[in-house]
Every structure is written in C-alpha cells, then in structure tokens.
C-alpha cells in the first residue's frame, strides 16, 4: 500500500482515532443530541395537539357564545313583547276607567240636572199656587179661606199634571216658557 502512498501503520492510527472519536461523540453527543432533538419533536407535538384542543374547545364555545347570545335575543324579544302587551292591557284599562269615570259624571250630571229641575218646578208651583190665590184673593174680595183655596189650587195643577212632563202643550212647557 506504500506504492499508494498509504501508511498502513499511520492508516491504523487514524482509524483507531476516528473510531474513538466516533465512539466518545455517539456517546457523549449524539445520544444527547437525538434525545435532545427527540425531546423537541415531543413538545412540538403535543404543542400541536394542545393547539387543536384549544382551537376546537375555542370552536366549541364561539358555537355556545352565539347560542347563548341568540337565546338572550329571544328572551329580550319576549320580555319586550310582554311589556308591549302589559302597557296595551294597562292603557286599555286606563281608557275603560276614563269611560266609566265619564260616564259616572254624566249620570251625576244628569240626576243633579234632574234635582234641579224637580227644584226649580217646585219652587214655580208654590209660586203659581201664591199668585193664583193671590189674584182670587183680589177678584172675590179677600175672602177665601186661604188653606181650602190652596187646595183647590194644588188640586187643578195635580189634574193638569204640572211639572210631570214638558211635552209641547203641557202646563208646564207654557209656564216655563
């Protein structure tokens, strides 16, 4: 091997060192590296896997976010719905209590009215019944007996039903107008 220019003793040496060498690196270094990088690969991965599991649990509460929000819009359409129907049963029984208040006014109204006029016939048939015995009184001489002459009076306005109705013709009618 000389004529190749290789020193077999030399070759020897070199070989001996690589193969130490190669021994002490595989031992020392390359077991550490490959655990090393062995060891990434595993965090790599499981960083993966725990970055889809966020991704889906993240996917799983947007659908529940978006569900739960749908749900409160229903629920807030409801409740205004409600309210809506609460204010139109409130301002109908408002408008009825009006109405019935109105009417309770009008029947007052009408029965004071009714007093009054009743009132007022009757002060018109006490002095209806004054002025009669008063011009009987002139015209005979002044002597009537006044409480026979009341009656006969009263008597005449009961007949001729004063103040009972105020058809057109009545005495009544006539003595108001």
Known sequence: MEKLGINLPWFLAQLAGF???LFILRQFAYRPILN???TRKKKIQEALENADRVRAEAATQQQEFERKLDEARREAQAVAAS????AEKERQRIIAEAQEDAEKIRVAARGELDYERKQMVSELRQQVIDLSLLGAQRVIGGNLDERKS???VENFLNEADFGGTTEPGSV?????A
Do not use: C, D, K, Y
């Open 36 to 38: 090393m990088l062995e």
């Open 172 to 176: 009544a009618n006539r003595a108001g």
């Open 19 to 21: 193969l130490i060498v």
């Open 150 to 152: 009341r009656q006969l």
């Open 83 to 86: 309210a809506q129907q609460a």
